[in-house]
């Protein structure tokens, strides 16, 4: 039971480059999650989905586009890299969203560069 | 709206102190869930404990504590006998139940532990 996982760990990108992040979680869960963490910041949420096949924006949706075609994996994409993408992004799972107990696992994060 | 409020962005506490990090919140729905991460140098992140709306005793996890205050909207986290291990980036987060897909976050309080 590898929780979640997330590849590459780091990447550096050029502006204008694409490339995706990879989220894969082996715990059945519903909902999946990508967030990102900028320096000294807290996280803020790109998209979510709540099953394969359904997405939704979070708050920082904007340059990025998402997709979920099987329950364990959901893949993030960056379109057009800008240097305000440099940050760390962090993929979770919960079960479920339905109860607000339900907690989150986080994955061990990708530390994306845009120069 | 929701919102995560963390007012302290860094502390230094001595070895073996009690430590309390500030966490105030704001929402409209009476159903929802608190949440306390820690974020080593290492990144991860590592889910600390949990305070439900509804719960009516303040939760404990070992030497840590929430001391829950639903009337001031406040969930601060309380560590006892702190360690060095327990340098880190602390996030309060939280989750309404209307929204249940969707944890939010403070932008952190960076603990420092003295020997």
């Known amino acids: 039971n590898a929780g979640v996982t997330q590849t590459p760990k780091f990447r550096i990108l050029k502006i204008g480059q694409s490339m995706t992040l990879q989220c894969t979680q082996d715990?059945?869960?519903?909902?999946m999650y990508w967030y990102r963490q900028d320096p000294g910041m807290g996280l803020k949420l790109i998209y979510y989905?709540?099953?394969?096949?359904?997405?939704d924006k979070g708050e920082v949706p904007n340059g990025y586009n998402v997709s979920r075609s099987t329950t364990e994996d959901f893949p993030l994409r960056l379109e057009l890299a800008a240097p305000s993408q440099t940050s760390v992004y962090f993929c979770?799972?919960?079960?479920?969203?339905?109860?607000?107990?339900?907690?989150?696992?986080f994955g061990p994060g990708t530390r994306l560069l845009v120069l | 709206a929701q919102k995560i409020t963390q007012t302290q962005p860094g502390m230094f506490v001595q070895e073996k102190e009690a430590v309390t990090l500030d966490c105030t919140y704001d929402t409209s729905d009476p159903s929802y869930g608190l949440f306390w991460y820690k974020q080593p140098s290492s990144g991860e992140m590592i889910f600390l404990i949990y305070?439900?709306?509804?719960?009516?005793q303040n939760a404990t996890e070992g030497r840590y504590s929430l001391n829950f205050q639903k009337a001031r909207k406040s969930a601060n986290l309380v560590i006892s006998a702190s360690q060095l291990g327990d340098s880190a980036m602390y996030f309060c987060?939280?989750?309404?139940?209307?929204?249940?897909?969707?944890?939010?976050f403070g932008s952190g309080t960076r603990l420092s532990i003295r020997p």
């Open positions: 305070q439900g709306s509804y719960d009516q």
């Open positions: 989905s709540v099953g394969a096949g359904i997405t």
């Open positions: 979770a799972s919960s079960y479920s969203g339905g109860r607000a107990s339900e907690t989150q696992y």
């Open positions: 715990m059945n869960h519903n909902y």
């Open positions: 987060a939280m989750r309404e139940y209307s929204s249940a897909s969707k944890i939010i």
